[in-house]
Nanobody, 122 residues
C-alpha cells in the first residue's frame, strides 16, 4: 500500500557529509510525521530526528547541530543532511512515516523503509 525508499547512504571519512533521501509512494492521502532512525551493529534502533507535516523538527542530542531534517510535501520526500560525521554515526538509517491512506480511505498506518547503510571511517 505504501512504500518508503531511502537513498544516499555510503562510505565517508570522519568530518564529511552525506544527504539521505526518503521517497514515499503508494496509496497516500496524507503523510503526517516522518522521521529518521538508525541502528548500529549490536545496538537497538534509535531515533535520529523527526519532522511534522508542518515542518516542526526534533533531534536526538547526539546529532543536534550536525544533522538537519527536512521534507518536501509536494514530492512526498524527506531528507537528512548529515554534516561533521563521526565514526559513531555508522549505522543503517531507516525512514519512518505515519501515513493516512487513500485506499482504504482514511486508514492510518506506520511505514518503514528498508534502510540505507552509512559508514563513517576514522
Amino acid at each position: 500500500q505504501v512504500r518508503l525508499v531511502e537513498s544516499g547512504g555510503g562510505v565517508v571519512q570522519a568530518g564529511g557529509s552525506l544527504r539521505l533521501s526518503c521517497v514515499a509512494s503508494g496509496s497516500i492521502l496524507r503523510l503526517n510525521a516522518m522521521g529518521w532512525y538508525r541502528q548500529a551493529p549490536g545496538k537497538q534502533r534509535e531515533l535520529v530526528a523527526t519532522v511534522t507535516s508542518g515542518g516542526s523538527t526534533n533531534y536526538a542530542d547526539s546529532v543536534k547541530g550536525r544533522f538537519t531534517i527536512s521534507r518536501d510535501n509536494a514530492k512526498n520526500t524527506m531528507y537528512l543532511q548529515m554534516n561533521s560525521l563521526k565514526p559513531e554515526d555508522t549505522a543503517v538509517f531507516y525512514c519512518n512515516a505515519e501515513v493516512q491512506l487513500s485506499v482504504p480511505f482514511g486508514r492510518r498506518m506506520e511505514a518503514w523503509g528498508q534502510g540505507t547503510q552509512v559508514t563513517v571511517s576514522s
